[in-house]
RNA sequence: GUGAGCGUAGCUCAACCUGGUCAGAGCACUAGAUUGUGGAUCUAGGGGUUGCGGGUUCAAUUCCCGUCGCUCACCCCA
């Protein structure tokens, strides 16, 4: 094959594509039902402000980035995340309104595996402007509503705090290293190194020898300041509040970009494999302050990667294929003229254009003449719902003959009165 | 970046381990079963330099090496 999709880049083929429409819109019509509003930002961004925002020691930034010089010389990345170029668009634009969402790719050049790729789709939502509990109670409110909109089941949520980067964080940071040199024999070769490259990750770890130092290791959440913890204990107390968010607590869950603070979140599904992660999020609060905002200004958001919405969907048959058939079936009207009048093309002609303009999906007549069966194998092929024929004896009564191809059955319509018909029978499907 | 598995018709796969008969099957496709009625069935048919390159051998789809590609896992994350 001589040109192909490059490694990591999926085409998002018609059979397919009306998952993708379904997501995006329920999406949108969640989000309205909240008063978040869309916002669309470029692709491609400044090196720096990803750099600044998710963290130069981060695995994101220092290996996963298509970045480039473009032809001035000035350094660009294709966005790795969005929620980044949503707070630089906040901060330049002066927005008063923080309530934002998001559906678009993302890019990473990581190797791509199951529920991994290198373009990849998130659909997520910001919440900028508060640092209230109730901001991050309204976030996951917005995320479950989502999830039980798409009518995924399965999934589990699960919270953490991670504390303040400023006074929690350090300190916690310097008690699980003193817990885990203790262990260090007992851990594996990565874990031995995550110690001084990403300790927090060692929770991660799915190596049983280290599950077991993990046990006993030190937790954040007994390692909160007092403003930290209050605001945890406030998210947990307004959760409870909510009967409709089965979240549980896990305090091995940390997310890997340097910005979150406080409350962060995780909904996973086991069916995915390995990335098992349909979406996360939490609070940054810094992260306005860090891009050029007021430091007063804070923030929390989530994503979902819309391919593994996707897969969860599939693994609970949240999509029917029946509902695919219905979908490519959904009133597609086939035209067809018979014998070679050209009285009767330029008839069918107009009932085309008559019936597109009154928002009928009408398949474009075709060029050559064939004999009835050969369009009927076609409009069968298409999933056309009906069958207009338009033959010599039709011509002469001024009628079409329109046939059900669901049921079979036909019967000759008066061309004045063929829009109605056919409106009322697609209506009463 | 590291490791493992896999590349055979448009698609899903068989034959490879134990080298050697024309590399097969299902689905799809094309044409017919008499000319204004589809999906079913039947009949016939087209289609493969076995990813690419090299090696071993009288002989390679089959064994070996390289390369490219795909997949999964590590890592990381959506």
Known sequence: MKYQALKGMMDILPDQVWKWQFVESVSRNIFNRFNFQEIRTPILESLPLFQRSIGEETDIVQKEMFQFKDRGDRDVVMRPEVTASVVRAFVEHQLKDGKLYYIGASFRAERPQAGRFRQFHQVGAELIGGKNPEDDVLLLKVLTALLAGLGLRRYQLKINSVGCQTTCRPEYRKVLKEYLKQKHAHLCENCQRRIETNIIRIFDCKVEGCQKAIEGAPRVLDHLCKPCEEHFAKVKELLDHEKDIPYQIEPRIVRGLDYYNRTVFEVSHDALGAQNAVGGGGRYDTLVGELGGSKDIGACGFACGMERLLMALDSEEGFKTEESAQRLRCGLI???????????????????????????????????????????????????????ILGEDEFREGTVSVKDMNSGTQEKIKLDAIETYLKGRLVSR
């Not at 070679?340 to 007549?365: C, H, S, W, Y």
């Open 334 to 388: 086939y035209l067809c003229v018979l014998g070679g009048n050209p009285e009767l093309k330029t008839a069918a002609r107009k009932i085309q254009g008559q019936l597109r303009g009154a928002d009928f999906r009408v398949e474009e007549l075709a060029a050559e003449d064939k004999p009835l069966k050969k369009h009927l194998e076609i409009a069968n092929r298409l999933h056309a719902l009906f069958v207009l």
